[in-house]
Nanobody
Framework: QVQLVESGGGLVQAGGSLRLSCVAS????????MGWYRQAPGKQRELVARISRGGTPDYADSVKGRFTISRDNAKNAVYLQMNSLKVEDTAVYYC??????????WGQGTQVTVSS
């Protein structure tokens, strides 16, 4: 079992920045990709960014150029630096990790609210 704990969410004005953190614990061996998803009210959960164990990132088109994902394997952590935030970025952000193919894990979520 893997536990994921997010932190760093909050309320910011449009154009501002936040940095989300996620720390994994438990049976963390064989974790491959880690990433961030978000879910806004009335919408499906969507990928924001993910990063391979080797550090290769992948971003949703909506956040390219604004968000940066990184990870620290020694700390079992993944981060999301969010700059130039927009109102439409408002959502609950969930940390994600996978082991092998079929084993996936989710954090509890952290609220990000961007005001105009």
């Amino acid at each position: 079992q893997v536990q994921l704990v997010e932190s760093g969410g909050g309320l910011v004005q449009a154009g501002g920045s936040l940095r989300l953190s996620c720390v994994a614990s438990g049976d963390i061996s064989s974790i491959n990709n880690m990433g961030w998803y978000r879910q806004a009210p009335g919408k499906q959960r969507e990928l924001v960014a993910r990063i391979s164990r080797g550090g290769t990132p992948d971003y949703a088109d909506s956040v390219k150029g604004r968000f940066t994902i990184s990870r620290d394997n020694a700390k079992n952590a993944v981060y999301l630096q969010m700059n130039s935030l927009k109102v439409e970025d408002t959502a609950v952000y969930y940390c994600h990790a996978n082991r092998f193919v079929a084993l996936i894990y989710w954090g509890q979520g952290t609220q990000v609210t961007v005001s105009s």
